[in-house]
Each structure stands twice: as structure tokens, then as C-alpha cells.
């Protein structure tokens, strides 16, 4: 044993800093949402109507790209509604980009989606900021993160230009590699051990997309959504600002009079005295480095499990989400269910869990993952019988974007619990990496949507059958 030491909280301490943590993480995550706007970004209607009333469906996104032969979807013979057709066909749910920018019809835009280079900027935000995150601070990297990305964020709205909206959509990509990975370490170091699984059934992923789906709803145009989601995103440098480094990871480097500074401005943000809040419990351990986990059996293959589960997971998620926009008719509808589904699926989990002393992360990974498949098979059905907007295909697809979303909590968990702190940023920095691999790739499949659908969800469906078979037989109980 190296003799270095590290402090654990115990369950003492005051609800108040866990709120504040929880109220810090959620603003955060509205902007990592952006992850999820790119939706909205690259919305087009299903059908729309030239100048001369020729009214016809939408192909790949490309307004220009339709059959002028084809029959008029609100013909001039018409002689009933001629004027509801129209409208009805005329009707944008939300001003995008990609309405706007047309960058779909452009040989570039046409290869690279704006959500393909929004991911291509996490992953190279992934590659660095983690290991910054355990050199500099969690703090450190999380404050900076959010200092850098709000101004990209308006710049990508408020500059005219096709070539500057791509090239500030990337560097906001980067930034959100810092807000949701740096920023869930340091979260998940500051809340109470025993309180991370409920304080994150409030604070949580499909709250942020609920609330951006909400914005887009309220301001009905991607430049005014990105200005309030700013703004909104602003309220946390101050109080950023004012919160300590993680104590946990001052520990870590040997910085005790930094780490009790740290405790005592936590002391005072709680409320209560050190006997009370802070209770700490000195445990001795072995310094572990990445050779470490690939030396050790156990845990290299735990580190394998995981990386596998990051990438495929995040990849089905994502081939999920991205393909939901016409889920429904209405946009908003669709998305602010998927993202209500989970949101109570995560909450049921978060208040049982202290009751479910069976359920672990395999078995919470597992039982998802079964429901997701399920779903996915449902999917398929109903795109071969032609019930794409029937109840059961909108109950299919937001149970299986919920479960399969489920599956990456697990992921995170997993992370969490199996890696040592000494590493554990830097492999979450890794575990991102082989997520966003798997998200880009995910991008890619839109084109499927237009040529043959299903092939999207088989794609799903061979994935997660494998996963699942891979973690029940791997991935430590």
C-alpha cells in the first residue's frame, strides 16, 4: 500500500450542498441538451408547398429535391378544403437550420450532418478533457467548459453563415464534453454517496430535454432557443464560482491544505458543523494507474465491459433519438415524451431503489436492455405493416429510447462504482470517446431512414443482443 489516503463522506451530511450540486448539474445539462437539439436543428416538415401551391413530400431533408411530375398532394381540381390542404402542408412546426441553411443540399452538408459534427466536436473535447479534469480540477475544467461554451453557442446563431454555423456547432460540441462528463464527475464527487441515485432521479437527462424541447416550443425558431439557452446556462458560473474544487480529487493529489479549505467552505455552504456534515472516514489504498487496470484481471476486464457498453449503448440510443422526429406528427409532442418517459422511469428507479437491495447495476442494465429489444422488435412490425403512426408504434419507441437511455445510467453507474477514483475521470474520458464513436456512427443511419427504415432498428437489434449476452456473462455483479 502507497500510504496515500483519501477521505470518504459519510451519510451525515446536510441535504443543502446536494441540492445545490443537483440545481447546478441540471442548468448545466440544458446545455448539453444541445445534444439533443441538434434534432430541431436538422428538422424539415414531411411535406411543403412551392410559391405556385404545388404541394409535395420532402426528400432528404432537401426542399428542392422532389418530383415535379409527381401528383400535387393539394391538386388545383380540388374542390373541397383546396385551402385547409394547403395549409396543413404548408405547416412548420419549428424554423430550423436545415430550413434556413438548406446545408443538406450542399455536397458537404449532405455527408456531414450538423449532429455528425456536433459529435465529432465531443469526442475531440473527450480526448483531452479528461485528462485535464484529472490534472487540473474537476472544477477547474467544468467552469471553463461552460465559460467557452456559451459564447460559441450564441456565435453559431448569431453569425449568417452556413460555414461559421458548422465550425461553432463543432467547438460547442467540445464544450459539452466538459459540461456533461467533467461535470457528472464532479457532481457525482460532491453529493452524498448514499443520496447520488435519488438526487439524480431529479437531476437528470430528461429533465434537460424536456425543458429544451420547451424552449423550442416557446420561441418556435433554433436562433431565439439558442439565445434563452445561454442565457439560462449563465446562472451557473457564479455559483460555480463560489463552490469548492472537489475534496475527493485534492486528496487525490496530495493538496490537504487546499482539501481543507475545500471541506470547511462545504461546511459552510451546508450549514452544519464539521461533526455533523463532514464525517469523514480515512481509507488507505494502492495508487492505481491505467497500466494497473491493464494489469489486473478483474479490473481490465471490467474496463473492457464497460467501454463496449458506452460505445454500443450510446449508438443505439442515438439511432434511436435522432430517427424520432416523426414519431408523431406534431415535433414537440414526440420529443417531450420521449424525454417525459424516462423521466418518470428514472424517477421509479431513483425512490426504489434503497427498497430493491437486489437490483444492481447488472440487473437494472439487463432487465432495460430486454425491454428495449422488445421494443425495437415491435418497431420493425410496425414500419412492415404500415402502422407508423399508430399508438402502438409512439408507445414502442419512447418505452425503447427510455429503456434503452436506462441502460446508459447503468453504464454510468458501472463507471462509478468499478473504477478507482485515481483513474476514473481519465476512463470516462475513454468510456466518452468509444460513446461518441458510436453516436457519429449513429448520424450516419438518418440517410438509412429515407432508403430503408427498419434497417435502422436491426441495426439496434443485433447490437444490443449481443451486449446484453456480453454483460451477463462479463460484466462484474
Known amino acids: 500500500m502507497s500510504g496515500k489516503l483519501y477521505w470518504m463522506e459519510q451519510h451525515q451530511s446536510s441535504w443543502r450542498l446536494d441540492i445545490i450540486i443537483m440545481v447546478l448539474y441540471q442548468i448545466t445539462l440544458i ?65 430550423s437550420a436545415q430550413f434556413e441553411y438548406q ?58 453563415s452556413v460555414y461559421w454555423f458548422y465550425f461553432f456547432r463543432l467547438l460547442v460540441g467540445i464544450a459539452i464534453s466538459g459540461t ?31 425543458i429544451q424541447v420547451g424552449l423550442a416550443y416557446l420561441t418556435q425558431e433554433w436562433t431565439r432557443t439558442t439565445y434563452t439557452t445561454a442565457s439560462i446556462v449563465c446562472l451557473t458560473l457564479p455559483v460555480l464560482w463560489y463552490l469548492p474544487e472537489s475534496p475527493i480529487w485534492l486528496e487525490q493529489k496530495d493538496k490537504h491544505e487546499e482539501a481543507s479549505r ?53 449508438m443505439a440510443v442515438y439511432i434511436t433519438d435522432l430517427n424520432g422526429a416523426d414519431m408523431t406528427k406534431n415535433l414537440y409532442w414526440g420529443q417531450f415524451l420521449s424525454g417525459l418517459v424516462l423521466s418518470i422511469a428514472q424517477f421509479i428507479i431513483g425512490m426504489t431503489e434503497p427498497y430493491l437491495t437486489g437490483m444492481g447495476r447488472r440487473v437494472l442494465f439487463l432487465f432495460s436492455q430486454l425491454i428495449a429489444i422488445i421494443c425495437y422488435v415491435l418497431i420493425v412490425i410496425c414500419l412492415y405493416l404500415d402502422w407508423k403512426s399508430s399508438f402502438i408504434y409512439l408507445t414502442s419507441y419512447t418505452v425503447a429510447y427510455a429503456s434503452q437511455s436506462i441502460c446508459l445510467e ?38 438509412l431512414k429515407f432508403e430503408y427504415e427498419p434497417s435502422i432498428f436491426f441495426i439496434n437489434l443485433v447490437f444490443c443482443v449481443i451486449g446484453m449476452v456480453l454483460v451477463f456473462f462479463c460484466l462484474e455483479v
Open 410 to 447: 447503468a453504464a454510468y453507474l458501472s463507471l462509478v462504482e468499478l473504477m478507482p477514483t485515481d483513474v476514473r475521470a481519465t476512463v470516462g474520458s475513454i468510456a466518452n470517446i468509444c460513446m461518441k464513436v458510436g453516436t457519429i456512427l449513429a448520424s450516419f443511419t438518418i440517410r
Open 103 to 160: 446545408q443538406a443540399c450542399s455536397q458537404f452538408g449532405g455527408q456531414f450532418t450538423i449532429s455528425t459534427i456536433t459529435f465529432i466536436g465531443t469526442l475531440l473535447g473527450n480526448i483531452v478533457l479528461g485528462y485535464l479534469a484529472d490534472k487540473y480540477g474537476r472544477r477547474t475544467i467544468y467552469f471553463l467548459s461552460i465559460l467557452f461554451g456559451i459564447p460559441v453557442l450564441v456565435l453559431s446563431a448569431a453569425i449568417k
Open 180 to 210: 456533461l462528463t467533467v461535470g457528472y464527475t464532479y457532481a457525482i464527487e460532491m453529493i452524498s454517496p448514499n443520496r447520488r441515485l435519488r438526487i439524480f432521479a431529479f437531476s437528470n437527462w430528461p429533465n434537460a430535454r424536456m
Open 262 to 314: 475545500a471541506r470547511k467552505r462545504i461546511e459552510r455552504i451546508s450549514g452544519v458543523s464539521a461533526d455533523h456534515h463532514n464525517n469523514y472516514e480515512m481509507v488507505t489504498f494502492e495508487k492505481v494507474t491505467p497500466k494497473r487496470i491493464y494489469k489486473n484481471p478483474k479490473l481490465r476486464t471490467s474496463f473492457l465491459m464497460i467501454l463496449f457498453m458506452y460505445f454500443y449503448v450510446g
Open 31 to 95: 446545455y448539453s441538451a444541445q445534444l439533443i437539439f441538434v434534432i430541431f436543428l436538422d428538422y424539415m416538415p414531411p411535406t411543403y408547398c412551392t410559391e405556385d401551391d404545388f404541394c409535395h413530400k420532402i426528400q432528404k431533408n432537401c426542399l428542392t429535391d422532389y418530383d415535379v411530375h409527381a401528383q400535387n398532394l393539394c391538386p388545383v381540381n380540388m374542390t373541397e378544403n383546396r385551402r385547409d390542404c394547403l395549409m396543413e402542408h404548408k405547416k412548420l412546426y419549428f424554423y
